[in-house]
């Protein structure tokens, strides 16, 4: 098993940057796909971006690229958002989550572990 737990959110102007952590605890988790979803009020949680075990390959929503960059450190046991040209409608919880599974990065419902989340407002 594995906890999460998210850092790094907070209140910014549009156009601004933040970079959420993912720390996880265990001695598995390069063991893990990652991924980062988000869930505004009133909305359905969304898929941001994910990256593999290996770190090898990384998948964005549309939404997310060209401006969020998703990267792991097996040796300190994170996952990183770098987000940039942040939007008002990038506005959400955002969280983090592990996966044992080889597939279906976006779907929520394949990941195994989650974090408490992390929220994130960009102001006008």
């Known amino acids: 098993q594995v906890q999460l737990v998210e850092s790094g959110g907070g209140l910014v102007q549009a156009g601004g940057s933040l970079r959420l952590s993912c720390a996880a605890s265990g001695r598995t988790f390069s063991s893990y796909a990652m991924g980062w979803f988000r869930q505004a009020l009133g909305k359905d949680r969304e898929f941001v971006a994910a990256?593999?075990?290996?770190?090898?390959?990384?998948y964005y929503a549309d939404s997310a690229k060209d401006r969020f960059t998703i990267s792991r450190d097996d040796a300190k046991n994170t996952m990183y958002l770098q987000m940039n040209i942040l939007k008002p409608e990038d506005t959400a919880v955002y969280y983090c989550a592990a996966t044992w599974s080889g597939f279906g990065y976006t779907q929520s419902r394949l990941y195994n572990y989650w974090g408490q989340g992390t929220q994130v407002t960009v102001s006008s």
């Open positions: 990256v593999t075990r290996s770190g090898g390959r990384t």
